[in-house]
């Protein structure tokens, strides 16, 4: 997949795909319905969140460019490219990275020890901990 930056285009695995705020409410609509026309998407937004026809079709092309979104004519129909659990995991990843040095356990141990967790969910994070394969 390619992007266009600066005036350049760069090749861009799907992997390192990183949506900011408001790409993502695109996508959460996407996810969600499947297939919407960019008109539809607009009303939808503007209706939720207050932008503008030009600046949801902006974010939209903008998606269109990074592969995270399939255009489909006749209609301007989009379809997301790239599923909700890959963004989950690529948005996991840059926060580890960038406030934990990329270590889980580091911002499980920093996190949990600043709840209070009630014995349900204790059991709950040891019975996700059991089901891990060595």
């Known amino acids: 997949m390619y992007i ?3 005036g ?4 861009v695995a799907k992997s390192e795909i990183r949506l900011h705020e408001g790409e ?3 996508m959460e609509l996407l996810w969600s319905n ?3 026309a960019a008109k539809d998407i607009s009303k939808i937004i503007k209706e939720y969140i207050g932008w503008e026809k030009n600046t949801t079709y902006t974010v939209i092309k903008r998606l269109i460019d990074k592969g995270a979104i399939k255009r489909e004519d ?3 129909l989009c379809r997301a490219a790239i599923s909700k659990k890959a963004v989950q995991n ?3 990843k840059a926060l580890l990275d ?3 040095n990329g270590s889980l356990c580091t911002f ?3 996190y949990l020890k600043n709840q209070e967790l009630s014995r349900a969910e204790i059991m709950e994070l040891e019975r996700i901990l059991n089901e891990q394969r060595f």
């Open 24 to 26: 993502l409410n695109i």
């Open 90 to 92: 690529i948005e996991t």
């Open 34 to 36: 499947k297939v919407l």
């Open 8 to 11: 350049v285009y760069h090749t």
């Open 108 to 110: 499980f141990n920093e």
């Open 98 to 100: 960038k406030l934990y």
């Open 4 to 6: 266009y930056f600066k």
């Open 74 to 76: 006749p209609g301007f």
